[in-house]
């Protein structure tokens, strides 16, 4: 398998897009929802505790990685193993026109590389995942005739089935894509899809704490020399929490750790971090957190915590900040057998 690597002028050329571009609306997609994640993690950790370990790990190794120019690689090749491809891809979606940008890749010639450079045909099979905010399969490029603009490249670099899938941050924004391509084909296992589709929201929530750039979380930015930001703007925006009569809570669930006092609960650093809409003005940040607790104490249920150390929900109108200017925070312990647990007011 060839080592990933990125290309560097097209990286450096988009990521700098995210601060001199003008603010857009943001690009969501659906697959990111709170309760579909919880699902995932709890389906795969019951049904396939070695497929979520091999998940575990390929996302462990992304964690205390500095730059995103060293990121992005191991990103393309944890992909490609997961789903056992020969080539691999990754694009970054360009804030000014939403075109796709190839900024990672491994095992393709220059031909591919120049074909692809940038995106914009929404029938590729990666065009159709960004436009769509969903995972895109091709088991054969040569039977689908909406390639047929391609069907040379695909020829010429050896590929026959491509699968794409959305890399997206905690609040379902759209940052890019990752795919990967193999010589024959045929189409992954549905576990195989599966896991790729968590892999894709774990990835790309790294990617997008790179491209933020130092923040409440002291992650550094991504590129050498070149750190960025995504649009300013966006988080005071997003202060305001309200859009059409409805409210937008962002909740995070802290732990204690040790002597650097709090980390976020979790097997992974965003499984209890994410964004709950309400309609109701009944519905406040108290609501907001009472729904994460329940959500907590199902997966209790299902396992047994690793420790009785109680656990902090903590609710922001509209974008997250530090627990210090919470609207709401909840103190919630699982009790030593497991199964019962109280939840404390502790703001």
Not at 48 to 71: I, N
Not at 297 to 307: D, L, V, Y
């Amino acid at each position: 398998m060839n080592h990933p690597h990125n290309l560097v002028g097209p990286l450096e050329h988009v990521t700098a897009s995210y601060t001199s571009a003008p603010p857009r609306p943001a690009h969501k997609v659906t697959a990111t929802h709170t309760a579909d994640q919880l699902a995932a993690w709890v389906a795969f950790s019951l049904d396939e505790p070695s497929a979520l370990k091999t998940l575990q790990d390929a996302a462990e190794e992304l964690r205390d990685v500095p730059e995103l120019a060293a990121v992005l690689p191991r990103v393309a090749g944890a992909a490609m193993a997961l789903v056992d491809a020969e080539f691999g891809n990754i694009q970054f979606l360009d804030p000014r026109d939403d075109s796709l940008v190839l900024v990672t890749q491994s095992g393709f010639g220059h031909e591919f590389l120049d074909h692809f450079a940038v995106v914009r045909d929404h029938h590729s099979v990666c065009g159709r995942a960004a436009r769509q905010g969903t995972q895109a399969v091709t088991a054969d490029v040569r039977d689908d005739q909406a390639f047929t603009p391609h069907q040379e490249i695909f020829r010429i670099s050896g590929v026959r089935s491509v699968q794409s899938t959305p890399l997206v941050d905690h609040a379902g924004r759209l940052m890019g894509m990752i795919s990967t391509h193999t010589s024959q084909p045929g189409r992954p296992s549905d576990q195989d899809l599966r896991i790729m589709e968590l892999y894709g929201q774990l990835a790309g929530e790294v990617i997008a704490r790179h491209l933020v750039g130092p923040g409440a979380d002291d992650h550094p930015a991504g590129l050498p020399h070149n750190g960025t930001t995504l649009d300013q703007r966006l988080p005071l925006l997003g202060r305001t929490g309200s859009t059409n009569g409805s409210t937008q809570w962002v909740y995070r669930v802290d732990e204690s750790y040790g002597s650097a006092g709090c980390r976020t609960y979790g097997v992974h650093p965003d499984q209890w971090r994410g964004r709950i809409t309400t309609d109701s003005p009944d519905h406040d940040a108290e609501y907001a957190a009472t729904l994460v607790a329940r959500d907590l104490r199902a997966e209790w249920n299902i396992h047994r915590p690793g420790s009785a150390r109680p656990v902090h929900i903590h609710v922001w109108r509209g974008w997250e900040g530090t627990h210090r200017d919470a609207a709401f925070t909840l103190e919630i312990q699982p009790d030593l057998d497991g199964r019962r647990h109280r939840a404390v007011d502790s703001a």
